[in-house]
């Protein structure tokens, strides 16, 4: 094994322990400040896209993909669902985002 290859494996390594802690973080919106909040999420779709681990699979459609905010209903946005579409708008920027239920 090449010495490249151990150090990118360790950086992923570490990648994934930084996205489960801020996971934690996120999962728990109501022990933590809104701007701690903003700061984990932006922190954890950083790392996730950076080292390409992907985004935990609970949060990949919850990401406001303007300010990467990650969008709780109610909380930080608003949940509008009209002709099995659902809207989630993004109280920060005002970014809508589209869900199909129907496919
Ligand atoms: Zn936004």
New binding site residues.
Partial sequence: MSRKKTLKKSRQHRAKLAQEYLQKILEEPQKNSEDFLKTASKQLWNISTRHRIGLPETFKNRF?R??K?LLYPGLNSRVRIRSKVRYLT?N????TKRTNFRS
């Fill in positions: 406001c303007k300010c905010n993004c920060e920027c005002g970014m």
